[in-house]
């Protein structure tokens, strides 16, 4: 699998805002997943969008995907404090061999 | 479905001891894999088991280093000698056999090498 690079490296925003982090990737792959993970805790899986798709909804979540341009963002609507964490992309090609996972986005929702 | 665990949550050491820690994943999952983090930086890729053969190894995993999985259940990770270097979150993961590699993850073992 390859490695995504987040962008940017570190945000703050009200709360109540919306927060969009990117990611951008340098091969083709099969889809590409977003985590995030909350301080001193493992990652927990968000989303997951298929290289065939340009744009997926989660509750509060908005990820697209631009195969043209290997990049991808996440959109975090009307932000909350708990939504506090570090998030982190992996494009994969698919096959077992695990995620490869970049510094991620760090995000920081001020109450 | 309990999770993966991973015990124990917090481990320090004296340089030069070895350390072990244990990985149970979600109980129908066949893969498993294990990741390093250090502050400030993203999970980096140790090693990948699919049931009890250990398919893949990064080079970060020096000889000081030993994982296994007998039966194809838990796993264990050993650190032998430890350093200083050593000191970061071990994260444990464990997935299904099918084509979207959805990770779950434990809450990791943080290791201080004092």
């Known amino acids: 699998s390859q490695q995504g690079e987040e962008d940017p490296q570190a945000l703050s925003i009200q709360e109540g805002e919306n927060a969009t982090m990117n990611c951008s990737y340098k091969t083709s792959i099969n889809n590409l997943q977003w985590y995030r993970q909350n301080s001193g805790r493992g990652l927990v899986h968000l989303i997951l969008?298929?290289?065939?798709?340009r744009e997926k909804h989660s509750g509060r979540l908005r990820v697209t995907l631009d195969t043209s341009k290997k990049s991808s963002s996440l959109l975090i609507t009307a932000s909350r404090a708990a939504d506090t964490a570090s998030y982190f992309c992996?494009?994969?090609?698919?096959?077992?061999?695990?995620?490869?996972f970049g510094k991620g986005t760090h995000l920081i929702i001020q109450p | 479905d309990t999770g993966v665990s991973q015990d124990p949550r917090h481990k320090i050491t004296k340089r030069g001891q070895n350390v072990t820690f244990r990985c149970d994943p979600i109980s129908e999952h066949n893969r498993l894999y294990w990741y390093r983090q250090t502050l400030g930086q993203g999970p980096e890729f140790l090693t990948y088991?699919?049931?009890?053969?250990?398919?893949?190894k990064s080079r970060l995993l020096s000889d000081r280093f030993s994982a296994e999985r007998p039966k194809g259940s838990f796993s264990t990770l050993e650190i032998q000698r430890t350093e200083q270097g050593d000191s970061a979150m071990y994260l444990c993961a464990s997935s299904a056999f099918r084509a979207d590699e959805k990770l779950f993850f434990g809450s990791g073992t943080q290791l201080s090498v004092l």
């Open positions: 992996a494009p994969t090609r698919g096959g077992a061999d695990g995620l490869t």
């Open positions: 969008i298929r290289s065939n798709e």
């Open positions: 088991f699919q049931n009890e053969a250990q398919l893949e």
